[in-house]
């Protein structure tokens, strides 16, 4: 068997990485994309490998001549590289086809070592790898039948994407044994050629391959193994996450995009925090409805979402004003409220993060629960000269809870010092306590220097919207806000889930309820590991300790390497002493998961294995 790999194209959505070399020789964490696929097809003792080449030719076969690869190297030279596809690159490699068993495969892609073993190990003779169709997916698709099939070939102009889930995405990697490139790829690429030119892409050919009573081609599916193409700077950004050299590196790649973690369709998420049971079903239907006419209208100003605001939590519209998420408003407060400002350490450091350390002064609670009440907060800053009073409630990441009563006396103790008292209460509907929300016109007008925060995102599970609000009986305090973020801060989206929400109160009830069980289970769960402490939480996560002499990284890195599990590491927060990690509270079968991660990774000491093996 040999291998061809299709190295002509001139890669111009990489833009400058592009200028002066291939495609191909762009580094994916250090290595160059040829050079990875090189030495992974010489592992498999193949008879030869055929690099067509065009632009910057020279360069690649100069490259190519420093890697000591054992394979012979043929070249075919594809001249008119700017003006034709890849399929004339194939067309002028149809000779080296039909002479033996052939694994084709295109220069911009990335994958682990058992990619290729899936085509292979399989004993069929002529087959296209195929993975199921995820949204970062660009290109080719087919269907297939039960028996695995081809039975069509569906470019962008045929796509749609009701029908994504029948789909399968060509990872552009074939095998073709000789017979079948005899008898039927290479007539039928000649004769396509010469009928419709050679600017198309050689996929056409299997497509009126996969017309005939009998194509002699079906497709391999992929089922966990990894891989990317890659197109452009957003592929290659996201690519070096994907396939980096260590758990550690992965680890702060994924880390640092804080977020968008679809384009990983295997990572399952346990460190943003986010309601697993809501928006209903039913909710995001509406939504989707009339999803054409929302991406094509302007949203209303910041007043008329207000309203809206107002209308579900039953507030007054000059007493709310509605953020681009709670971050938006955070940093509006923050850069509006001078003097210093009483925090309780560890918290969320969004607030921390746009103060001076020197207008901080921190409360830490001396225990291993990291708990504390509202006296030990009165007492605590009795006598501190501070402007402003923090609390997050229920508190990220501890998840303390501190009760309604409890929190209407610091409220209380706020009016008397003449201090603003800013509470989150972004988790407080988690909370077990009925009711015990501050976001009533009563409270508010009776306690004028209370400032209520809340995250829409955390407990009613939209963060892709970007929701959060802000109430406060000081209506300057509102307006200066309002003129402080911009009129068209939130989109027809955000403003249509709100225009909606009320109708869905119910479910949200009933989804809060669940909630308080599953995670009453997961807890439980959690406290049969014997390595971890479990601290209590009336929030949608858990910190935990891990016990004994393992690190809260290794645990951290591990279930993400080896079981594709977010976490949060708490170990360098600010305020943490010792080895905690948080863990967010999900659905039961995937708290199922984690349990059972946790146990392989700290009760079989299985953490990270001491070389992180390199999927080539």
């Known amino acids: 068997m040999q291998g061809i790999i299709l190295a002509a194209g001139m890669g111009k959505r990489l833009k400058e990485l592009t200028n002066n070399n291939t495609k191909s020789m762009v580094k994916v964490n250090g290595v160059t994309m040829i050079e990875r696929m090189l030495r992974q097809l010489d592992k498999l003792r193949l008879s030869k490998i055929v690099l067509v080449i065009g632009y910057k030719g020279k360069e690649l076969k100069d490259f190519v001549t420093t890697l000591e690869i054992h394979t012979p190297i043929e070249y075919v030279e594809n001249k008119i590289y700017d003006k034709t596809n890849?399929?004339?690159?194939?067309?002028?490699?149809?000779?080296?086809?039909?002479r033996e068993d052939t694994l084709l495969l295109e220069s911009d892609l990335i994958f682990e070592s058992s990619v290729l073993n899936k085509l292979i190990e399989n004993p069929y003779p002529s087959l296209a790898l195929v993975d199921k169709y995820e949204s970062w997916m660009d290109g080719t698709v087919v269907t297939l039948d039960e028996e695995n099939n081809i039975r069509s070939f569906l470019g962008k102009k045929d796509f749609k994407y009701e029908d994504k889930k029948e789909y399968y995405k060509t990872v552009?990697?074939?095998?073709?044994?000789?017979?079948?490139s005899v008898t039927h790829y290479?007539?039928?690429?000649?004769?396509?050629?010469?009928?419709l030119g050679n600017n198309e892409y050689y996929e056409q050919v299997l497509k009126v391959i996969t017309m005939l009573?009998?194509?002699e081609i079906k497709a391999a599916l992929l089922e966990n193994e990894t891989w990317y193409e890659i197109d452009d700077v957003q592929d290659l950004d996201i690519a070096e996450s994907i396939f980096a050299t260590s758990p550690e590196e992965r680890l702060n790649k994924i880390q640092m995009r804080y977020g968008g973690y679809w384009r990983y369709p295997n990572l399952i998420d346990f460190c943003y925090l986010v309601n697993p049971f809501y928006p209903s079903p039913k909710l995001l239907d509406e939504i989707k409805a009339n999803f054409d006419r929302l991406i094509c209208d302007y949203p209303s100003g910041i007043g008329v979402n207000s309203l809206l605001a107002a209308k579900y939590?039953?507030?007054?519209?000059?007493?709310?004003?509605?953020?681009?998420?709670?971050?938006?408003?955070?940093?509006?407060?923050?850069?509006?409220?001078?003097?210093?400002?009483?925090?309780i350490i560890p918290t969320f450091e969004e607030y921390v993060n746009r103060k001076d350390t020197d207008d901080l002064v921190p409360f830490y609670p001396n225990n291993k629960d990291y708990s504390y009440t509202a006296n030990d907060l009165m007492e605590f800053y009795n006598n501190k000269d501070i402007s402003v009073l923090l609390l997050i409630n229920p508190d990220n990441p501890s998840g303390n809870y501190i009760h309604k009563d409890?929190?209407?006396k610091i409220a209380a103790w706020a009016e008397r010092r003449q201090i603003?008292?800013?509470?989150?209460?972004?988790?407080?509907?988690?909370?077990?306590?009925?009711?015990?929300?501050?976001?009533?016109?009563?409270?508010?007008?009776?306690?004028?220097?209370?400032?209520?925060?809340?995250?829409?995102?955390?407990?009613?599970?939209?963060?892709?919207i970007r929701l959060g609000i802000l109430a406060s009986y000081n209506t300057n305090l509102i307006d200066i806000i309002r003129r402080d973020i911009a009129i068209w801060n939130i989109n027809s989206f955000g403003e249509f889930y709100m225009q909606i929400s009320e109708k869905y109160k119910d479910d949200y009830k009933n989804a809060m309820e669940k909630f308080k069980l599953v995670r009453r289970d997961y807890i439980e769960d959690l406290k049969t590991i014997s390595s971890i402490y479990v601290l209590p939480s009336q929030a949608n996560y858990v910190m935990c300790e891990i016990l004994g002499s393992t690190k809260a990284k290794d645990v951290t890195e591990a279930l993400l390497d080896r079981f594709n599990l977010l976490i949060k590491d708490l170990s360098q927060k600010n305020g943490i002493d010792g080895e905690y990690i948080r863990l967010a509270v999900k659905r039961p079968e995937e708290n199922d998961m984690m349990v059972a991660a946790l146990k392989e990774i700290l009760e079989h000491n299985t953490i990270v294995e001491e070389t992180y093996k390199q999927k080539m």
């Open 186 to 195: 290479v007539p039928f690429l000649e004769a396509y050629s010469k009928a």
């Open 313 to 343: 939590f039953g507030l007054k519209k000059e007493h709310v004003v509605v953020g681009n998420g709670a971050a938006e408003l955070i940093k509006s407060l923050m850069e509006i409220l001078g003097g210093k400002i009483g925090i």
């Open 172 to 180: 552009n990697i074939y095998k073709f044994s000789k017979e079948f």
């Open 406 to 408: 409890d929190i209407l």
């Open 86 to 98: 890849n399929i004339y690159s194939l067309y002028l490699a149809r000779d080296h086809l039909v």
């Open 213 to 215: 009573d009998k194509p």
């Open 420 to 464: 603003s008292f800013i509470l989150d209460e972004s988790f407080v509907d988690f909370a077990d306590e009925v009711g015990a929300t501050l976001l009533q016109e009563e409270i508010l007008s009776s306690y004028p220097n209370l400032i209520i925060l809340k995250s829409i995102s955390k407990s009613f599970g939209v963060p892709g």
